[in-house]
């Protein structure tokens, strides 16, 4: 079923900079009906990343915004807010983007940019820790659980406030790999639902 064609009011922009399994993962939820809502624009700061290569055959519009295009930093916070703005975004949903999000973008969403994280913050979050760093850190520091935090984005590194965690445990057996699988596995479950209640209040607002 076309986008167009669901009750749609909740207009979403997802920032990626990689593999993108969680943008496809909420744009196919927003496509089936599942979430009230229409992905409207992918901004990326990598031009090679397989989320916009996702974007390109899946036309979905898509901006790349980095210091290539953009030495000045004002220039792209302002580039940010003004595609944002041309698209009247309502949710913000950061899915493995690598970059900071410009504070003026931080004030004008304020409680509208949300990011998951691959463990149960505060633990193993900030600066460093992204990716399999992560999943790494949790084995070598023989945490007995791991998770899921999905959380408000402020000014630092996922410090903002926490919406929604779950845990899994962590196997005698595990390795980073093992870990990285299962919690990516989480976060496809858990991501959809939290955007879908967002859009959902949204709508009846
Ligand atoms: C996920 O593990 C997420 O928690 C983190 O970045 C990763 C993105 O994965 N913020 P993908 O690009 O959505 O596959």
Redesign the pocket.
Known sequence: MSNENINSECNLAIF??????????IYNNTTSGEILGKVKLLISNNPR???VEFAKENNISYEIINKSRFPDSGHVEKTILQVLDNNNIDLII????MKKIPKGVIEKYNNRIM????ALLPKFGGKGF??MN?HEAVINSNEKKTG?TIHFVDSEYDTGNVIYQEEIEVMEEDSALTL?KR??EL?HKSYPKIVKEFCNKHNRS
């Open positions: 990626a900079s990689g593999t993108g399994s969680n943008f496809i993962n990343c397989k989320a950061l899915a493995g983007y990011n998951i994280h691959p992204y990716g992560v899921i990285a919690v990516l976060e």
